[in-house]
């Protein structure tokens, strides 16, 4: 059986949900290890280093809210950038620069992510593919996972907020991504 750590947000920029961490609290699965992370620059990844360090999965599966989107997007790519003009839970406000300057300006992930919507269409789930995680602490985290830990073949996936699309049923949709690694 595949191990799979997934991991959402708490709540951030004055919300009173996030709905990626009320997704992560409704998925019940053996092989998952859910996580809720704070949404601050540093701790985010820290913490997700180190559940991934015990759990030693072998898929990290990120999920974050995407504010104004209608549809579950599965992330392609993550830049090596940070731009965003809020600062993040801790006041922390990252500079508009290179995550890491010494590494290329973006990573694709490995993740089938091709396969995995082609099966979703099929049933007319609300997915898409999606090709800028954002410039806030989404996009850092998925540039920093998918740079340390490209083996685990790491996936984030922005969701839509509840009154789009409730939380229940876009967390049958994840738990069918997870059923399907």
Same mark, same amino acid.
């Given at each position: ?11 951030? #920029? %004055? ?6 961490? +009320?997704?992560?609290? !409704?998925?019940? /699965?053996?092989?998952?290890? &859910? @996580? ?26 990120? #999920? %974050? ?6 549809? +579950?997007?599965?992330? !392609?790519?993550? /830049?090596?950038?940070?731009? &965003? @003009? ?40 609300p997915i898409e593919l999606s090709f800028s995680a954002g410039g806030f602490v989404c996009n850092n985290l998925y540039y920093k996972v ?36």
């Amino acid at each position: 059986m595949k191990r799979i750590l997934l991991t959402g947000f708490k709540p951030f #920029l %004055g919300d009173k949900t996030n709905p990626s961490e +009320l997704i992560c609290s !409704k998925i019940k /699965m053996e092989q998952v290890t &859910s @996580l809720i992370l704070p949404v601050e620059f540093q701790k985010a990844f820290q913490n997700l280093k180190a559940a991934a360090d015990k759990v030693n999965p072998d898929y990290i599966v990120m #999920l %974050g809210y995407a504010a104004g989107s209608a549809r +579950l997007r599965l992330e !392609k790519v993550a /830049m090596n950038w940070n731009e &965003s @003009l809020h600062a993040d839970e801790s006041g922390y406000k990252a500079p508009i620069d290179k995550i890491d300057p010494d590494q290329p300006l973006s990573v694709m992930t490995t993740f089938p992510i091709t396969e995995v919507i082609t099966k979703l269409h099929v049933k007319s789930y609300p997915i898409e593919l999606s090709f800028s995680a954002g410039g806030f602490v989404c996009n850092n985290l998925y540039y920093k996972v998918l740079t340390r830990f490209p083996d685990k073949m790491p996936i984030f996936i922005h969701v839509p907020s509840e009154n789009i699309i409730r939380a229940e049923w876009q967390a049958e949709v994840i738990s069918e991504i997870l059923n399907m690694l």
